[in-house]
């Protein structure tokens, strides 16, 4: 069975910081996905990683899939206050119709 | 824009009783999602769907049933309403491209309570 664990669970940091929230994977999948979603809202979609190797990058945001560690991270660059949100990270499960989300990284950025 | 709407952002309902969630995409997508999110325990699949008619149970399917009776809705039924089942419940859906599943959409949720 495909368990998807976050790291941290709760992030809090100063505006202009940088850090990365992980995603690990158990087993084998096609890809990966990260998610916002902001207090009270549904969630809306950041990155769609295809494969081994795969970055990509919006505004303050990067991604990036490493498929033989089974590992994925969002890493966030100088952080500002509208970035605060909780992340989600999802993963395929290989040969089959849905996904597993982790349990979400909730981030605070404080002035 | 990929567009998902559910039929209720609030409800609140007594124990025992039936309950329906509506999920309505307008962009012709095969596959549709249901989910609830409850705090700490991320977002947990309930059933999917990637046809008309077809349907697939997810980690949580005890408590509830779905229909997917035309592409564009799904839905999710409580047969009977229990406390445990208050939760915010989030519809998705996504489509098939050269034989691989893509992001998926998200409505807005219905934060369902029940009494």
């Known amino acids: 069975e495909l368990k998807v664990e976050q790291n941290p669970l709760f992030l809090s940091m100063q505006e202009g910081k940088n850090y990365t929230i992980y995603c690990n994977y158990s087993?084998?999948?096609?890809?990966l996905y990260w998610y916002r979603q902001d207090p009270g809202k549904s969630l809306e979609s950041l990155f769609v990683?295809?494969?081994?190797?795969a970055v990509k990058q919006e505004g303050r945001l990067m991604a990036s899939l490493d498929t033989k560690a089974r590992l994925s991270t969002l890493h966030i660059t100088a952080a500002v206050h509208d970035l605060s949100a909780t992340y989600f990270c999802?993963?395929?499960?290989?040969?089959?119709?849905?996904?597993?989300f982790g349990a979400g990284t909730r981030l605070t950025v404080k002035p | 824009d990929v567009k998902v709407t559910q039929s209720s952002r609030y409800l609140v309902k007594r124990t025992g009783e039936k309950v329906f969630l509506e999920c309505v995409q307008d962009?012709?997508?095969?596959?549709m999602f249901w989910y609830r999110q409850d705090p700490g325990l991320g977002l947990r699949l309930i059933y999917f769907?990637?046809?008309?008619?077809?349907?697939e149970k997810g980690d949580i399917p005890e408590g509830y049933s779905v229909s997917r009776e035309k592409k564009e809705r799904f839905s999710l039924i409580l047969e009977s309403a229990s406390t445990n089942q208050t939760s915010m419940y989030l519809c998705?859906?996504?489509?098939?491209?050269?034989?691989?599943?893509?992001?998926?959409?998200f409505g807005p949720g219905t934060r369902l309570t029940v009494l």
């Open positions: 999802a993963v395929d499960v290989y040969n089959n119709n849905d996904m597993r």
């Open positions: 769907s990637y046809d008309v008619k077809m349907k």
């Open positions: 087993t084998t999948s096609d890809r």
């Open positions: 990683l295809l494969s081994n190797g």
């Open positions: 962009m012709d997508h095969e596959n």
């Open positions: 998705a859906s996504s489509f098939w491209i050269r034989g691989a599943k893509n992001e998926q959409f």
